[in-house]
Each structure stands twice: as C-alpha cells, then as structure tokens.
C-alpha cells in the first residue's frame, strides 16, 4: 500500500511525508486550508499556489510553506508528487503520489460543478481513489447552482421590500466567497460582513477571484441603517447579539443539509438555499468512474453507502477511518474581532463545532 492511515494521519510509507494530517509531522501535504485538513504545528507544508494567501491565514505567519502549480510535479524522497484542482474553495487540491508505477490520488473536499471562486475540478486516472462522502447518499442532489442564486436574489428583494434586512449565513472561508461572488452582477446590496468573512473576502481578492464590494460591518459607521442589506456571516453569529445591530432581519443558511426537510426549522431560519462546496451523489460517483480507480478509500461522511454501491459494481471499496469530518470548524480565523463602537462590544461568538460546511 502506497498510503496507510497511521495515527497522525495519511501516511506515504515511500516518501515519508502525511496528506493532512490531524497531528503534527515533519512533511505534510496540503489539500485545502478548512480547519480538519490543514491543521497547525507541522514543520513543513506543501499547497498549491492558488491557495497559498488562504492557507498563510489559516497557518500563521510562521508556518514553512511550499507552494506548487496545479499539475507541478515535486519529489519527495523518491515518491512523485502533485497537486491536481479539487473545486471545493480557493486553493483546493487533490493530492496525486505516484511510486513505481502505482497512482494513488487523495481528493480532500471535492465538487464537480464549476464556479467562479477556485480552477474546477478535473479528474485524475489513478489505480486508488480516496474520495470524501460528506454527501454520500441518493436523496442528496444539487440543483444547478444558477437556480441558487437567483432564490437567494429573490429572498433578498422581498426583504428590501419589506423593509428588513437579509442576513445570510454560509462558512466564512469559501461558501461566503462563492455567495458573493454567485450575486455579482445581481445588483444586491450593499452588502456587509462579518469579520471573519471580510478576512477572507481580502484573501480571494489578493488572489484575482473577483467579488462584490462588501464592507465590514465592524467598521460600519454607528447608526448604519440596515434595511434592504445583505449581511453574510458565518452561521456560528446565529442567535448572538452580534447580529442584532441590523434590526428586523430574515436568515438564511447556505449549505447541503439544507436539502433535508426540517433541518432549516431545527435551526430557526427562516430560509435554507441549498448550496454545497461538495460534490451530491450523482456527482460523487461519477467523480469516482472518471478517475478509473479499481480500489476506493471512503473517508468521511456517509462512507458505507458508498461502499455498497461501489462493491456492488465491482470495485474494491472499503470505509476508512479519517479525522477529516467535512467542515466542523471551518472558520480559519479567530471569529471575536474589535467592534467599531457597538453597543455590543463582546465581539463574536467563537465558531461552533458545526455539523459540516457543505
Ligand atoms: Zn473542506
Ligand atoms: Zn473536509
């Protein structure tokens, strides 16, 4: 086996380096910068380029961190290296080792349909996939995202109109780019953030992804009227003083569980768009055919029906145990942030450990 799951993590035995690993080591290998898979106090990280400014403000000023193009091949003590687009946020990569003629690609978090915020997915041939299963079950479909944003735009102009503000929540790193970005053009505004979206927003935009102007609500000038604004936060604000600040309000989650009927009255918002950085069922297996794998490594997420359906086509496909958990924490920021003279000086409610970033 070319990979092994050791305690620490992924581990390539040949090359003697971990892909994401969940303890520090002395090589780890990079896939994209949410919380559960790129964790802090490894002595030397490789990335891809595209992701580099996200992952330095994930890691710290100090992290040692090597950056490759998208289809480089670097060595590592012998093992061919590379990275490959994975469609999930700014930087996200599939990671392909190759030793002695065997290929192995661990794809991280992973969509297929393209968008505006990151290089889109490509399939990767390889002898064993490592796919994720965060969306690994039929009922889970996507609509086209499209289709998305245009319920999204609609919400919000009912709310201008109405008088209220829209306060829509989705992951600070990646889901809250692509919000913005997918309403770029939709004459939506003004638009305000929450700290540790506005971070990231700076990121995505020092790396060429271009986005709607926003402006930080912190620094909003005291006594900003807030009807008819689109506030996009990280859904651990919800319920927090931070967002009374906007008054009459309406909120939304962006994100894949909202599919599910009642998961957007378990958590008290008024709208649930369905919008996911992971790939849905359909995509996910046909993620899987495309690579030619004849062995599969489910690693988080619903993994044994992926199993089953992949045995039952013949493959070779067993569950893994992984720490990677989808997105749990996928705020890359300290989340309390100065306020710009609010009543409520508090700050921000550290990020929750949340079912998934999806
Ligand atoms: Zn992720
Ligand atoms: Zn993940």
Not at 99 to 109: A, K, Q, T
Not at 279 to 297: F, I, M, Q, Y
Request: aromatic share 8%.
């Amino acid at each position: 086996m070319l990979l092994r799951v050791t305690e620490r993590g992924m581990y390539c035995e040949a090359g003697d380096f971990y892909v994401d690993p969940w303890l520090p080591v002395d090589r780890a290998v990079i896939t994209h910068a949410h919380g559960d898979h790129a964790r802090w106090g490894s002595r030397a990280y490789l990335g891809s380029r595209e992701g580099e400014r996200v992952l330095r403000t994930r890691m710290g000023v100090g992290a040692r961190i090597r950056t490759v193009d998208f289809g480089e091949t670097v060595e590592v003590n012998g093992v061919r290296v590379s990275l490959h687009p994975a469609g999930h946020i700014l930087g996200s990569a599939q990671v392909r080792v190759e030793h002695r003629g065997e290929v192995w690609v661990v794809s991280g978090d992973y969509k297929t349909e393209p968008d505006s915020t990151c290089t889109p997915f490509e399939p990767v041939r390889c002898h064993t996939f490592v796919t994720e299963s965060t969306f690994g079950l039929p009922i889970y479909r996507w609509d086209p995202q499209a289709h998305t944003f245009a319920e999204i735009r609609a919400w919000w102009e009912a709310n201008r109109e109405a008088g209220r503000a829209s306060v829509l929540f989705g992951y600070a790193l990646g889901k809250a780019q692509r919000l913005l970005a997918g309403l770029l053009g939709a004459e939506v505004g003004p638009i305000y953030t929450h700290g540790a979206v506005e971070r990231l927003n700076q990121d995505y935009r020092d790396s060429g992804i271009a986005l709607p102007p926003t402006t930080h609500a912190g620094a909003a000038r005291k006594g900003t009227e807030y009807a008819g604004a689109l506030i996009v936060a990280p859904p651990s604000t919800q319920g927090s003083t931070w967002l009374r600040r906007f008054g009459p309000a309406s909120t939304a989650f962006a994100s894949g569980w909202m599919r599910i009927r009642g998961a957007r009255r378990r958590r008290s918002l008024d709208r649930g768009f369905v919008l996911s950085d992971h790939v849905d069922w359909p995509a996910l297996l046909g993620a899987v055919e495309a690579t030619g794998a004849e062995r599969v490594w489910v690693t988080h997420g619903y993994r044994e029906p992926v199993v089953r359906w992949l045995r039952e086509r013949g493959l070779e496909a067993e569950a893994v145990a992984s720490r990677w958990e989808g997105e749990p924490e996928a705020e890359p920021v300290a989340a309390d942030e100065p306020e710009g003279g609010g009543v409520d000086s508090g700050g921000e409610p550290a990020p929750a450990a949340e079912e998934e970033g999806a």
